[in-house]
C-alpha cells in the first residue's frame, strides 16, 4: 500500500481526563475542551441560525501548524444543530465551526507538555460555562443565582434534569456533572495514522455498476440520501439518471478509496482536496472575513460517525470544513465555512 497526504481519524475509548484542554487532543463529544479561555464564543456564536437554538457540540481537531508560531497550539470545534426541524438544511445554517490557536508561549498552558502518565485536572476558565453544554455562560439561574447557563434553553434542559430539586444546594462545579445525555453526545478520542490507500483491479462496468447500486440501496434503507419526497419535480428530474441507475463516479470514487479503512470519521488534509460522495460541490467558497486570504480545504467529517452517534435527527454525507489560508491571528475564536453535503445532494450549489 501507499502511503498518502491525508491523515485518517479513528474512534478510540480515552480516560476523560486525558480529553481535557491542557492534552491538546482531538475527540468526539462531550463538552468542547476551549483552548484560548478568556474570550470564549458568545451564545449567540454557537447558535443554529435558523432556529436560534443552542448547537450542540461533535467534534473538536487539534490541528497545529509548524510553520505558523502562531499556532504551535491550533483547535477546530464543529457545532451542529439536534433540532429535528432543523437537520435537514443543507446550506450550512445549521452547522459551524470555529477556530482558535495560541503561541507556545501563552497565558494559559505550560510551555513544556504535560505529563500524560498522571491525572490532573483542566486548565480552568475564568469565565463561568454553562453546565449543560460547556459554553460560556453569562445566565444564571433566576432562584439560586448559583449555575450558570448559556440561556433560557438549557437552563430548562436542567431544571428538568435534576437542579430543580437541588436548587440552592448545589453549584456549577456540581452541576456540570450531571448528564445530559439529551443534548451531549458520548466523549472518545479521535486519533489519527496516515492514509494507506492499495490501487486494486479495475472493475468491469457491470460489476461496478452492481455495487453501485447496492451500496445506493444500503444508504437509501437507512435514510442518508436526502429528502427525496420533498424535492420539486424537476429537482428530482435533475438527480433521476443518479437515483435510478447509480452512476455516480464520484460515488464510486469515494467508496473505493474508503474501502481500506471503512471506520475513518475523519479526513484531514490541509490545502488538499475533499473526497466527495457527489459531484455538487460548492460553487466557490468566501474568502476569510477577517484579512481577506482565500479559505483552504482542511477536514471533513464523514458519514460513518453517524452509526456512532446513534441520532436520526442528525444525517450527512460528509462535512467539509474550509480555513483561513493564511490561519490569521484572531482573539478568542474565529468562525471559518463548513459545506454539508448529501449522499443524494437535495440542495442548490453554495454560492
Request: glycine share 6%; charged share 30%.
Amino acid at each position: 500500500m501507499d502511503t498518502t497526504a491525508v491523515d485518517l481519524g479513528f474512534l478510540e475509548p480515552c480516560e476523560s481526563w486525558l480529553l481535557t484542554n491542557k492534552f491538546f487532543r482531538s475527540k468526539l463529544g462531550g463538552k468542547p475542551a476551549w483552548l484560548e479561555l478568556k474570550n470564549l464564543p458568545r451564545p449567540e456564536d454557537v447558535s443554529c441560525t435558523r432556529c436560534d437554538k443552542p448547537l450542540a457540540f461533535l467534534c473538536q481537531v487539534y490541528a497545529p501548524i509548524e510553520e505558523n508560531d502562531g499556532c504551535f497550539h491550533r483547535v477546530l470545534y464543529v457545532f451542529v444543530c439536534i433540532s429535528a426541524s432543523c437537520a435537514p438544511d443543507g446550506n450550512g445554517r445549521t452547522i459551524k465551526v470555529l477556530r482558535s490557536q495560541l503561541p507556545r508561549r501563552n497565558a494559559f498552558y505550560d510551555y513544556d507538555p504535560p505529563d500524560e502518565t498522571v491525572e490532573s485536572p483542566a486548565v480552568s476558565s475564568p469565565v463561568p460555562l454553562c453546565v449543560v453544554c460547556g459554553c460560556r455562560g453569562p445566565k444564571r439561574c433566576g432562584r439560586c443565582q448559583l449555575v450558570n447557563y448559556c440561556g433560557v434553553v438549557h437552563q430548562r434542559l436542567d431544571w428538568s434534569a435534576g437542579h430543580k430539586p437541588v436548587c440552592g444546594e448545589e453549584d456549577s462545579a456540581v452541576a456540570a456533572k450531571r448528564k445530559h445525555t439529551t443534548f451531549v453526545f458520548s466523549e472518545c478520542e479521535i486519533v489519527t495514522e496516515p492514509e494507506e490507500h492499495e490501487t486494486k483491479p479495475k472493475l468491469s462496468e457491470e460489476e461496478s455498476e452492481k455495487r453501485q447500486m447496492e451500496e445506493f440501496e444500503r444508504l437509501k434503507s437507512e435514510g442518508k440520501v436526502g429528502v427525496l419526497d420533498e424535492l420539486p419535480e424537476e429537482e428530482l428530474d435533475k438527480y433521476a439518471g443518479t437515483v435510478d441507475q447509480a452512476e455516480d463516479k464520484v460515488f464510486a470514487r469515494f467508496k473505493k478509496r474508503t474501502a481500506d479503512a471503512p471506520d475513518q470519521v475523519l479526513r484531514y488534509e490541509r490545502g488538499g482536496t475533499p473526497l466527495w460522495l457527489s459531484p455538487i460541490v460548492p460553487q466557490t467558497v468566501p474568502d476569510c472575513e477577517r484579512c481577506g486570504s482565500r479559505r483552504v480545504f482542511e477536514f471533513q467529517v464523514m458519514p460513518q460517525l453517524l452509526s456512532f452517534l446513534e441520532r436520526d435527527e442528525l444525517d450527512w454525507g460528509t462535512l467539509a470544513c474550509y480555513t483561513c489560508e493564511a490561519s490569521c491571528n484572531t482573539e478568542g475564536y474565529a468562525e471559518e465555512w463548513i459545506f454539508r453535503q448529501d449522499v443524494i445532494d437535495t440542495t442548490k450549489p453554495a454560492n
